[in-house]
T-cell receptor
Framework: AQSVTQLDSQVPVFEEAPVELRCNYSSSVSVYLFWYVQYPNQGLQLLLK??????LVESINGFEAEFNKSQTSFHLRKPSVHISDTAEYFC????????????FGQGTTLQVKP | DAGVTQSPTHLIKTRGQHVTLRCSPISGHKSVSWYQQVLGQGPQFIFQ???????GRGNFPDRFSARQFPNYSSELNVNALLLGDSALYLC????????????FGPGTRLLVL
């Protein structure tokens, strides 16, 4: 079985400041890792994913996450946030044999202030 | 190409009623998964269907059921609705048997009174 813990329920930050959203997971099998973003009253959008290969993965809008197997973490970072980044962020894990079942964390609300 | 679509967008029911939620996957996608997202929490896995067969089931009571049709669209049915079933129900599709990224629809928001 897998589980995901997002260590911060809310992260307030000023515009143009760096941010880190923390995610730890547990699993007895090989996993894939995902970050999804949810804007108010919308569904989930994939931000980035780690399947294999380089442990550092990047999104098109400046976010990056690093898979750390020894620490079972997949923290999300952005060097400079924008007001438009305000949203709910979910870390998720699946077994590498079936991504049809995602296990999500509780979510972290990123609040970017002007 | 159209993304994952879900209908209806919003629904209000009373306790004890039955509800059917519908999902159309991205064209070419054969796997559909359903999730329940209660306010303030992360989505919880309910079902996965692939090629019209159930491939996984989460920890939900038998009041929850689903099926997938030959065109790969899917229905989620919930019987004997409880107040606690109020949530956003999300559908996601992928193009292989769970070996690819899941793409989510906008969800159906169900309110049980």
């Amino acid at each position: 079985a897998q589980s995901v813990t997002q260590l911060d329920s809310q992260v307030p930050v000023f515009e143009e400041a760096p941010v880190e959203l923390r995610c730890n997971y547990s699993s007895s099998v090989s996993v894939y890792l995902f970050w999804y973003v949810q804007y108010p009253n919308q569904g989930l959008q994939l931000l980035l994913k780690y399947l294999s290969g380089s442990t550092l993965v990047e999104s098109i809008n400046g976010f990056e996450a690093e898979f750390n197997k020894s620490q079972t973490s997949f923290h999300l970072r952005k060097p400079s946030v924008h007001i438009s980044d305000t949203a709910e962020y979910f870390c998720a894990v699946s077994s590498s044999s079936n991504t049809g079942k995602l296990i999500f964390g509780q979510g972290t609300t990123l609040q970017v202030k002007p | 190409d159209a993304g994952v679509t879900q209908s209806p967008t919003h629904l209000i029911k009373t306790r004890g009623q039955h509800v059917t939620l519908r999902c159309s996957p991205i064209s070419g996608h054969k796997s559909v998964s359903w999730y329940q997202q209660v306010l303030g929490q992360g989505p919880q896995f309910i079902f996965q269907y692939y090629e019209k067969e159930e491939r996984g089931r989460g920890n939900f009571p038998d009041r929850f059921s689903a099926r997938q049709f030959p065109n790969y669209s899917s229905e989620l049915n919930v019987n004997a609705l409880l107040l606690g079933d109020s949530a956003l129900y999300l559908c996601a599709s992928s193009n292989q048997r769970g070996q690819e990224t899941q793409y989510f629809g906008p969800g159906t928001r169900l309110l049980v009174l």
